[in-house]
T-cell receptor
């Protein structure tokens, strides 16, 4: 069974440009999460989808970030326009439907560098 | 609100020595606690979890952690470090029941010296 996959693994862009990160969850997982880790700090929650619906987007930093999950399968996270402080590693995770025990299945992350 | 604090962003041990990575939690309701590990160039993977059953939890690769309510701690240990244990370790917490938003600590990088 394929795990969570993320693309690209690393992106380097200039301030003001746009970047779109993609996450393919484990097949059949209804829950999809985005997390971000800024260098040296904790991994912070961004948002949570249940199928195609945003369950919780309380962690989204500002309106430059837009997440979508059309059809309840893969998700994209767009940053437009990117700022220097957006640099970090963006992790995607997924879990099956229902209330689980909190174990998240993570992708390898997308490293974003904004110059 | 829930939170975890990991003491020490970097820990170095000699190969064969005891590994002890510290984690203290704060939660207003009984917590579920986790340790995740991130090996170089890989995603995070679950090492072990505490979900209100036995307080001593055994995980993969010889790691274990003990839930101590009186100390609000969930320290990770391994009796004998191996070179392959070099990685970054994250403690995490959720409050049991209902919707779960996992809260992570800042991570501890473990270096194993030959």
């Amino acid at each position: 069974e394929a795990g969570v996959t993320q693309f690209p693994s690393h992106s380097v862009i200039e301030k003001g440009q746009t970047v779109t990160l993609r996450c393919d969850p484990i097949s059949g997982h209804d829950n999809l999460y985005w997390y971000r880790r800024v260098m040296g700090k904790e991994i912070k929650f961004l948002l949570h989808f249940v199928k195609e619906s945003k369950q919780d987007e309380s962690g989204m930093p500002n309106n430059r970030f837009l997440a979508e999950r059309t059809g309840g399968t893969y998700s994209t996270l767009k940053v437009q326009p990117a700022e220097l402080e957006d640099s970090g590693v963006y992790f995607c995770a997924s879990t099956p439907a229902g209330v689980g025990t909190g174990e998240l299945f993570f992708g390898e992350g997308s490293r974003l560098t904004v110059l | 609100a829930q939170s975890v604090t990991q003491l020490g962003s970097h820990v170095s041990v000699s190969e064969g020595a005891l590994v002890l990575l510290r984690c203290n939690y704060s939660s207003s309701v009984p917590p579920y606690l986790f340790w995740y590990v991130q090996y170089p160039n890989q995603g995070l993977q679950l090492l072990l979890k505490y979900t209100s059953a036995a307080t001593l939890v055994k995980g993969i690769n010889g790691f274990e952690a003990e839930f101590k309510k009186s100390e609000t701690s969930f320290h990770l240990t391994k009796p004998s470090a191996h070179m392959s244990d070099a990685a970054e370790y994250f403690c995490a917490v959720i409050s049991s029941g209902g919707y779960q938003k996992v809260t992570f600590g800042t991570g501890t990088k473990l270096q194993v010296i030959p």
